[in-house]
């Protein structure tokens, strides 16, 4: 909850930009699953491969 407060300060009010982001990470991880069997897996898998991206 630490990054609420930075987030408002960066992206204005949280009414108008609050969904985008939410809505946004859902559609990326959505994208992300492949298998029904294990699907905690591939979200695993996806989100270690954003962090991963995003540490370049």
Known sequence: LLHVASNIR????VWAT???FME???GVLQM????RVQP??????R????TY???L
């Open 10 to 13: 960066n992206c204005g009010p």
């Open 18 to 20: 609050w969904t985008f």
């Open 24 to 26: 946004r990470m859902c």
């Open 32 to 35: 992300g699953l492949r298998s």
């Open 40 to 45: 905690w897996a591939n979200l695993n898998k």
């Open 47 to 50: 989100l270690l491969h954003m």
């Open 53 to 55: 991206l995003s540490q």
